[in-house]
């Protein structure tokens, strides 16, 4: 069972991720001119970077039984998925439904960040009991 207390940690770094995200697609998109679904690709990349930094630090302990590059390369690997996810909800709520892209980039976080939180606390959390 999630804690609230970690869990209100983990929204602080999916804040700080998500202004990163959403502040870099924008940039991509709107002032560069570049592909929608490239822009969000890179702007999730590098929100997942930041995001690595600040959960490994803040919101989940170490593992004790495992490397830091396996522990990143798990985290790569949880993040790859969510980004597959994230890409497929901005082509499908873009694309098919047509909706703006920036509201849909905030509806395709809300519903990555639970497959990140859950996940993430499952192979990656050394506080799970």
């Known amino acids: 069972m999630p804690t609230t207390k970690q869990f209100a940690k983990f929204a602080v770094v999916g804040f700080a991720s998500l202004a990163v995200d959403y502040a870099l697609l924008l940039v991509l998109v709107e002032w560069m001119h570049i592909d929608l679904l490239f822009s969000t690709t890179v702007s999730f990349i590098a929100s997942v970077i930041v995001n690595y930094a600040l959960s490994m630090r803040f919101v989940f302990e ?11 390369t ?3 690997i949880l993040s790859a998925i969510g980004l597959g996810l994230n890409d497929l909800y901005m082509f499908v709520g873009v694309a098919v439904f047509n909706i703006g892209y920036q509201f849909m980039k905030l509806v395709s976080t809300f519903l ?6 859950f996940s993430r606390r499952r192979f990656l959390d050394g506080s799970r009991a």
């Open 112 to 117: 990555v960040t639970w497959y990140n939180y």
């Open 62 to 72: 170490h593992k004790e039984d495992m490397s830091r590059k396996r522990e990143f």
């Open 74 to 76: 798990i985290f790569a």
